[in-house]
């Protein structure tokens, strides 16, 4: 995901499937022994797996891996240095979906499609259209992540609430219910400092009240009033106005206020949470005082069920790589369905990358699901299968940076004060026409 940190068929039957298909084994030995030897630099913005796990891939291949570990916001800053530069940075790096038109633009990363068909692999990567652009796939998926809506049912069950909410209009009722009976003071949460999680917390509340904020041409749909993004924007805004969200949440970042407020009950609900939180923040009892009452539900839409926006994080080579052959060799390796599935704790802890969300295909999504080892994993594997779709239907526009920008920077200031809500969807609209001329 976007950081501003750093995040059927049986089982067996999948597996199979998905490793003829992918070709995601590790090589032949002829292969293996002409790569022996070879040390790859893999820049990431998640931890390292444990060094048991590395040493399996060493031992299959010959290839040695020297992971850096760097958080995501510095890490997309040394990706553009080194490729504005036109120097060697690392050989394996982070390909979020949000800069997918940049790179496919600027080529500092090489196509993968002669070691990775997008049209053979598409049914297996239910995100795999986030790292497509004009038919050149630019990386290959890491993780599947969503934006999701977390409850503390434990908060709705003290005010009387034993269903959840299936709408937008009933779960704002809901959560006015709990802050009417003082079980939570202030029970929505939404990070409104100027900063990335801000935007897509605005798109995910566009696409539940049935809309996008971009077309296909990258035209804006939110300058109506009478448009999604426009009621979404009005929505956040008078939430924090009437106080369902806390007051200090003018200076919060995304996972700031997960952490803070709804990791210790100051807020009931996350609208717009990340995949994943629930067994990396909400249940961990050295960070929580809500352990069991959390749980993700389906998104509340305008008149049902809304649908889920991926925010994944892909693997690729940049275009000044040293050592390419290595470089797929150990993509194919992360893309394993058994090495998704344990990354992503259907092992245990032994195997488990930290903050990984879900694994980005389907043979390590029903292998995680079948091990009931995850807090909630079998929900979010649902909500991947059957309500998922991308922020935008063309991908990202190559000046996405920009637009998240002027996205975040207004809807702060509009909830500072400083400008109405007319006011800042014509600044974001003017931007747009800025960057496309």
Do not use: C
């Amino acid at each position: 995901m976007t950081r501003t940190y750093r995040r059927h068929v049986g089982v067996f039957a999948v597996v199979a499937m998905v490793g003829a298909t992918l070709a995601v084994g590790v090589g032949n030995a002829a292969s293996a022994k002409t790569l022996a030897g070879t040390t790859i630099n893999v820049a990431i913005a998640y931890p390292a797996p444990p060094k048991a796990t590395l040493a399996k891939f060493t031992k299959q291949t010959g290839i040695k891996v020297n992971w850096s570990y760097i958080q995501w916001d510095d890490l997309q800053t040394k990706i553009a240095a080194a490729a504005e530069a036109n120097t060697y940075f690392a050989d394996v790096t982070d390909v979020d979906w949000s800069k997918v038109g940049e790179y496919y633009q600027t080529k500092w990363f090489l196509p993968l499609n002669k070691y990775f068909s997008p049209k053979s692999i598409a049914s297996q990567y239910p995100q795999l259209s986030s790292f497509v652009r004009n038919g050149t796939l630019m990386g290959m998926p890491m993780d599947v992540s969503l934006l999701v809506t977390t409850v503390n049912k434990a908060d709705f069950s003290r005010a009387g609430i034993t269903t959840m909410p299936t709408t937008l209009t009933k779960y704002t009722s809901d959560l006015q219910l709990i802050a009417k009976k003082g079980i939570v003071a202030h029970p929505l949460d939404i990070p409104f400092s100027a900063a990335e999680g801000l935007s897509t917390y605005w798109y995910e509340v566009t696409a539940a009240m049935g809309g996008q904020v971009l077309s296909s041409s990258y035209a804006p749909l939110f300058t109506s009033k009478s448009s999604p993004g426009y009621k979404a924007l009005a929505w956040m805004v008078n939430a924090y106005k009437t106080g369902l969200v806390p007051k200090a949440n003018l200076g919060y970042e995304d996972y700031q206020g997960f952490e803070t407020d709804m990791a210790h009950n100051l807020t009931a609900s996350v609208f717009s949470d990340y995949a994943g939180d629930l067994g990396t923040i909400y249940q961990v009892p050295s960070q929580s005082k809500v352990v069991s009452d959390v749980e993700y539900i389906p998104t509340p839409g305008t008149t049902g069920l809304a649908s889920n926006l991926a925010n994944p994080d892909g693997i690729g080579i940049p275009a000044k790589a040293k050592h390419v052959a290595a470089a797929v060799q150990f993509i194919k390796w992360m893309e394993e369905p058994a090495n998704q599935a344990a990354f992503a704790g259907a092992t245990g802890s032994a195997n488990v990358i930290s903050t990984f969300p879900l694994p980005s295909n389907v043979g390590g999504l029903n292998q995680l699901a079948a091990s009931g080892k995850v807090p909630g994993g079998a929900a979010l594997v649902n909500l991947v299968e059957h309500h998922s779709r991308s922020v935008f239907p063309a991908g990202a526009p190559p000046w996405y940076p920009a637009f998240s920008n002027a996205v975040y920077t207004n809807i702060h200031s509009v909830v500072a004060g400083s400008e109405s809500v007319a006011s800042a969807i014509s600044a974001i609209a003017s931007e747009i026409a800025s960057l496309k001329s």
